[in-house]
């Protein structure tokens, strides 16, 4: 405290420069090992357990906990695969009124999928199935020919339950962070679409072209465009989301019309 010669009080003493330095400097540690903490995780999940079902193992128990308080009603479109599903927080508002049901989880590769739905898949009898998934499993270099395998093997699982729902596989997407992995996620999208299209049970979802498209006109080689993606450049925003909405519900009523379960 400072005495005042014309008040006669004190006034505060102004902070110490130095404290506020030293201050911004915590701040700075703290925000350096914040994201060194992230980037720990990030390694591990990328190079330990993500690769495998059992990591999200947590995750499908959670699902089967809220479906014993309260079970789904059968006959949605049921949205099942990897985190670009999971973190679709507006799914419901935006295919509204058709009846959804999300079932995303973790980083899930295409064979997660398969390993764990006759837990999150068959039980709900949907009407429709939408799957997400390649995109972590290109990533963590698996080849296409292994994604497009692991497909078919998803497919064969539903139809040997019994379920005729019609299949849509919504295309790997073009993402910044993972684009010197597109020409493999592109050719595993290429199979795919090659199979829906030799089988009328199963149709592809192109949300991948619109994607490329909207990347300026005198950009036709780089990826799409950040502000359809969260600060990582894999996960899409909510323009991101907004261009799947379109594209996802075009396509579901160009196939299936008013069969669309509401």
């Known amino acids: 405290m400072t005495t005042s010669a014309d008040t006669g009080g004190t006034v505060p003493t102004p902070p110490h420069r130095g404290f506020r330095w030293q201050r911004a400097l915590g701040i700075a540690l703290a925000l350096v090992l914040l ?8 390694l591990y999940l990328s190079f330990g357990c993500a690769s495998e079902a059992s990591c999200w ?30 973190l679709w927080r507006t799914l419901e508002a935006d295919l509204a009124p ?6 995303g989880f973790g980083g899930a590769h295409m064979d997660h999928v398969v390993a764990f739905a006759p837990r999150i898949v068959t039980p709900y009898a949907p009407a429709v199935i939408a799957v997400y998934a390649g995109d972590n499993d290109i990533g963590f270099g698996k080849t296409p020919a292994r994604v497009v395998a692991d497909f ?20 790997i997407k073009p993402s910044r962070l993972r684009w010197d992995r597109w020409p493999d996620m592109a050719e595993a999208n290429r199979r795919i679409a090659a199979l829906a299209s030799a089988d009328a ?36 925003s909510s323009q991101g ?17 008013d069969a669309l379960p509401r």
Do not use: C, Q
Request: overall charge neutral.
């Open 35 to 42: 994201l060194v903490a992230g980037g720990a995780l990030y």
């Open 57 to 86: 193992e947590g995750e499908i128990t959670a699902f089967e906990r809220r479906d014993r308080e309260a079970k789904p009603a059968p006959g949605a479109v049921l949205f099942v695969g990897s985190s670009s599903i999971r």
């Open 98 to 103: 058709v009846r959804v049901l999300n079932r």
């Open 152 to 171: 078919e093997r998803f497919v064969a699982l539903v139809r040997d339950s019994g379920s005729r729902a019609p299949i849509f596989f919504l295309a």
């Open 201 to 236: 049970s199963l149709h592809y979802v192109d949300v991948a072209t619109p994607m490329l498209d909207a990347r300026a006109p005198d950009d036709d080689t780089g990826p799409p465009p950040s502000d359809l993606f969260l600060f990582d450049g894999l996960h899409l």
């Open 241 to 257: 989301y907004a261009l799947w909405t379109r594209v996802v519900r075009a396509r579901l009523a160009e196939v299936l019309g």
